[in-house]
């Protein structure tokens, strides 16, 4: 039987006077690759806030590995990647082991020391971006293709079972594009739940096996890439608002 990872019920949301999302439905399980698609300001990263308990919905359910969101507290199982490549502080005196072993806190306690195991946990953490042997170096030298890798191994270093990415790759360079998004498909190939949602369509819809596509509405259709339809494909790849309702 699969495991049940993440499932969202009638779930809606709405800022002061502005509905956002509406009745969205899905369910996802180990091993799956959600890309959500829809145009700026559809409700993509307000999905990922609410998935994150940063903002708190009004209506619908959600449950994380079979456990009410309201009272899942194992938040290690959970990573997260938001767009800092593109407004990250270079000043920032702080090393990659820094930056990467921080994530460590949450379960250690801040004032706990870091083990032999912790840092091979950081090490392995950063061979997976392609990162090895920058242990030292400062954050701010990095390159914003680099520093966005790093932060992908911050959210690596705690072995998160489902990893949430709010446009991993706005602000970096095509290169840096491309081995991000080859890092990100050979997490899931060995078996990490992935949520992604992307600036660049095209490449999302090849990656992700399942699809959440927004209308103007807050609807999310829910698909999986092998159901799409010719007239949902010219849509997406055409860049045009989505009319389908779920």
Do not use: W
């Not at 698609?37 to 308990?53: D, M, R, W």
């Not at 820094?98 to 195991?117: D, H, Q």
């Not at 042997?133 to 270093?157: C, D, M, P, T, V």
């Not at 705690?158 to 290169?175: C, F, I, K, Q």
């Amino acid at each position: 039987m699969e495991q049940e990872i993440l499932k969202v019920e009638n779930l809606s949301f709405e800022y002061p006077d502005t509905p956002v999302l509406r009745d969205v439905n899905f369910t996802l399980y180990k091993g799956d690759f959600l890309g959500i698609i829809g145009e700026n300001g559809a409700g993509k990263s307000t999905l990922i806030k609410i998935i994150l308990k940063l903002l708190p919905f009004s209506k619908g359910r959600i449950t994380l590995f079979g456990e009410d969101l309201a009272k899942f507290r194992d938040n290690y199982r959970i990573g997260y990647v938001s767009q800092k490549a593109n407004s990250f502080n270079s000043r920032f005196p702080a090393t990659v082991k820094e930056v990467v072993m921080a994530n460590l806190y949450g379960r250690k306690g801040f004032l706990s020391r870091f083990t032999r195991a912790d840092e091979d946990k950081m090490r392995a953490a950063l061979a997976k971006v392609g990162m090895e042997g920058y242990e030292n170096k400062l954050i701010g030298s990095l390159s914003g293709g680099q520093q966005q890798r790093i932060f992908i191994a911050r959210a690596l270093i705690s072995e998160p079972e489902l990893l949430l990415m709010d446009e991993p790759t706005v602000g970096v360079d095509a290169r840096s594009v491309e081995l991000i998004t080859d890092i990100i498909s050979k997490l899931n190939e060995r078996g990490m739940t992935i949520i992604m949602t992307n600036h660049d369509t095209p490449s999302l819809v090849r990656a992700a096996d399942k699809l959440l596509i927004f209308c103007e509405h807050g609807n999310g259709e829910f698909v999986r890439r092998r159901d799409l339809t010719m007239e949902q494909i010219n849509d997406i790849f055409a860049g045009k608002r989505v009319h389908h309702h779920a």
